[in-house]
């Protein structure tokens, strides 16, 4: 990476390498590959369990079919619906439909309850799948800026036997080396990465 270290200066260069590279063409076969392999772990999720994930916008790794299956297995869904104050929204099978994610912020029909991120560590979450601008392999991940995600997993129980997986989804570029990322006290560190070719990779793992 060079120079390039502080987190501004990071975000700006995969941004910006995201919207030069990342065609309408690979967003549809991303979509593709993603669900292809996110498909053994949500085999092995019972009907009923929850699992969260988000409504990907703009150059994000694309999650409308990765969603539709997650809620087609049977499983409960939640994701963020906004972004100003931290709250979840769980999504309604039925109302599930491309057109709907034109919307930033979700909401209903698409969203059939909303609940507060303190909300979270009650409902038993097995999977979390977060977007990320980049991670490194000591398991450290970029996000927008925000601080959202490190927010809503702070009141989930993420040490126990019950923690649910993390898994970041990003862009093959997007992997790098250990070490790579500034790691602050308040970063939630991720357990895998699935990537836009479709590749999953555990991470933490020397």
Request: proline fraction near 7%; glycine fraction near 6%.
């Amino acid at each position: 990476m060079g120079s390039v270290n502080s987190k501004p200066e990071l975000r700006k260069k995969f941004l910006d390498r995201r919207r030069l590279t990342f065609s309408p063409t690979q967003r549809v076969q991303a979509e593709s590959q993603v669900l292809q392999a996110a498909r053994p772990l949500l085999a092995s999720l019972k009907p009923g369990e929850v699992v969260a994930s988000y409504i990907s916008f703009d150059t994000e790794v694309p999650t409308f079919l990765l969603n539709e299956a997650i809620l087609d297995s049977g499983l409960k869904l939640v994701v963020p619906c906004d972004l100003e104050q931290p709250r979840w929204g769980q999504l309604d099978p039925v109302q599930h439909s491309r057109a709907l994610y034109r919307r930033f912020n979700p909401h209903p029909p698409l969203v059939s309850r909303e609940m507060q991120c303190d909300h979270l560590a009650k409902l038993g979450l097995k999977v979390i799948f977060l977007p990320a601008l980049a991670v490194d392999r000591t398991q450290v991940r970029l996000g927008r800026g925000a601080g959202w995600y490190d927010q809503a997993l702070a009141h989930c129980d993420l040490t126990g036997s019950t923690r649910p997986q993390l898994i970041a989804l990003t862009h093959d570029w997007e992997v790098l080396q250990a070490g790579t990322l500034p790691q602050e006290p308040h970063d939630q560190l991720v357990d895998q990465v699935i990537t836009s070719s479709g590749r999953i990779q555990k991470l933490g793992i020397t």
